[in-house]
């Protein structure tokens, strides 16, 4: 590898982490900056490493990911009895926490959102509080899943790259 290949591959590990760590933050798309880097290197390269099968199945994993971590989150509140006040409010409880800071923002306010919202429409304290811990667990579900298939598509990319026949 020349240096202008190393530069290249280490600026695209670089954004690829960015990536990495989007993936636990809902408002950064983690898994399309991975993919989109992965893009834009091939492309860069005349594809020479990293092909358009590679491209293709990460692209389709990409999607598959991103719709499975939309349902975890619904699915984890109404696991537990959200209602759609509950969703609206873990919603506006994750935009609040961001806000406010990283960690406590990405842990409580989705759930203070959930539980906020389901007294407002009525419910009880204790359904409140189960629809917000559904909320959080979905959340959690969905973040892992992204973290898990972003660190799996960087280890992909690495090794294609590195040891790849070319």
């Known amino acids: 590898m020349s240096f202008g290949d190393i530069a290249l591959f280490a600026a695209t590990l670089i954004i690829m982490l960015g990536g990495i760590i989007g993936c636990l933050l809902p408002a950064m798309p983690g898994i399309p900056i991975i993919w989109v880097t992965a893009l834009l290197y091939a492309l860069i390269t005349g594809f020479e490493r990293i092909g358009s099968d590679y491209l293709l199945t990460f692209g389709i994993i990409s999607v598959v990911t991103l719709i499975l971590d939309y349902v975890a989150g619904i699915y984890g509140a109404k696991r537990f009895g959200a209602s759609k006040w509950g969703m609206f409010g873990a919603f506006i409880g994750m935009i609040v926490g961001l806000i406010l800071g990283f960690l406590p923002g990405m842990i409580l306010g989705p759930f203070i959102g959930a539980v906020a919202f389901e007294l407002i429409a009525g419910k009880q304290s204790g359904h409140a509080l189960k629809a917000?811990?559904?909320?959080?667990?979905?959340?959690?579900?969905?973040?892992?899943?992204?973290?898990?298939?972003g660190t799996i598509m960087v280890s992909v990319f690495i090794h294609d790259v590195l040891w790849s026949s070319g």
């Open 132 to 149: 917000g811990f559904g909320t959080f667990i979905g959340f959690i579900g969905g973040t892992m899943l992204k973290l898990v298939v």
